[in-house]
């Protein structure tokens, strides 16, 4: 039911920063999780961070330290902000809910279009 929008990437150097924004149509909350998908090209899409309902955040090894997941429940928004940026960092990035299952959690099959960062000198 809730849908959700990417935006906020861009060229950016090494090195450097670039905060992603994940806005949604309904409350932020009512989704079990969000997370943040990244596709390299040539590459499967990996998630890269989380955040719960609840404010539980999660990160993969390749971002943990750079990347913050952080949302903003009065703007319905979901926010990666990611520093220290590296090449490997490029790829499309998309948000998505996930849905916690009597079994474990489950991301949904429709996706947008992503946001494209890319880094390079």
């Known amino acids: 039911q809730v849908q959700l929008v990417e935006s906020g990437g861009g060229l950016v150097q090494p090195g450097g920063s670039l905060r992603l924004s994940c806005a949604a149509s309904?409350?932020?909350?009512?989704?079990?999780?969000v997370g943040w998908y990244r596709q390299a090209p040539g590459k499967q899409r990996e998630l890269a961070a989380t955040i719960t309902s609840g404010g539980t955040t999660g990160y993969a090894d390749s971002v943990k330290g750079r990347f913050t997941i952080s949302r903003d429940s009065a703007k319905n928004t979901v926010y990666l902000q990611m520093n220290n940026l590296k090449p490997e960092d490029t790829a499309v990035y998309y948000c998505?809910?996930?849905?916690?299952?009597?079994?474990?959690?489950?991301?949904?099959?429709?996706w947008g279009q992503g946001t494209q960062v890319t880094v390079s000198s």
């Open positions: 998505n809910s996930i849905v916690r299952r009597s079994d474990g959690w489950y991301v949904k099959n429709y």
């Open positions: 309904g409350s932020i909350v009512s989704i079990d999780a």
